[in-house]
Structure formats: C-alpha cells, structure tokens
C-alpha cells in the first residue's frame, strides 16, 4: 500500500496566428508526441485536454491546456516528472503554467513558470521557473 498524490494545472496557451507562428499547431503537436505510455514517473497524452467550444468562447485571452493524474506517490520521483513536464512545455507556446502537487507525506505544492517576455513573438519560447520545492527529502 502507499499513498496518493495528485498532479494537475493549467497552462494558459496562445491561440491562432501570431505572426510567424502558429500557435494552434505547435500546441496540438506537442500533444499529439506526448507518448501514450512512459517510464515512471509518467507524463502521458491521457493526462491532457484542451479547452475549446464552438457555442461559446471560453479562450477570451488563451487557450486553457489542462492536465490531472493521480499517482502513488510520485514526489519520491518529483525531480524527474518536473523534468519531462519542462520538456513538454518548451514545445508548447503559451505565456504561462501551473502544477499543483497534493501528497500526503510532503503536503501541498504550487508550481509557475512563466514565458520570458524577450521570447513571446518569438520561437522557440524560453519559459523562467518562478519556484516550489524540486525534490523532496523523504
């Protein structure tokens, strides 16, 4: 038996056609090359969604990109999801994300990163770490 921890967030992606850019279609690529399984601590397509409605618009300003799993206590292994969730967010163009880690062992977690402004019309974006606690001595 172990212990539960939930992962989810949001990331608050641009939409359309900004310039050079593509917004939709690089964000829909690095869905679609999320893999359908992977090594623990796992990071897969399953987790992820995008907001969109024909009927009404809930993108006012960015296209909401969320994600939710539940784990047995991946902050044994937090440094290493962090890591594939940063490698999946350098592919994505957005202005900003949040993770939330909810464990029982080392308690509740808020995560940001947020685009360097030098990068927003640019591609590839750079994405700052704004902070939470990376790995957890247990």
Request: glycine share 6%.
């Amino acid at each position: 038996m172990g212990h539960q921890s939930n992962v989810y967030g949001v990331i608050d992606c641009f939409k359309g056609r900004r310039g050079e850019i593509d917004a939709d279609d690089l964000n829909q690529s690095a869905l679609a090359a999320l893999p359908e399984r992977d090594d623990w601590p796992f990071l897969v397509r399953a987790m992820f969604a995008t907001a969109s409605s024909e009927h009404v618009t809930i993108d006012y300003t960015y296209r909401s990109i969320h994600f939710a799993a539940s784990y047995k206590e991946v902050e044994f292994e937090w440094a290493d999801w962090l890591a594939k969730f940063e490698r999946f967010l350098a592919k994505v163009d957005g202005m900003a994300a949040r993770v939330h880690l909810e464990t029982v062992l080392v308690g509740d977690h808020r995560y940001e990163w947020l685009r360097d402004t030098d990068t927003v019309n640019t591609w590839p974006p750079r994405w700052v770490f704004q902070g939470g606690e990376r790995e957890f001595k247990i």
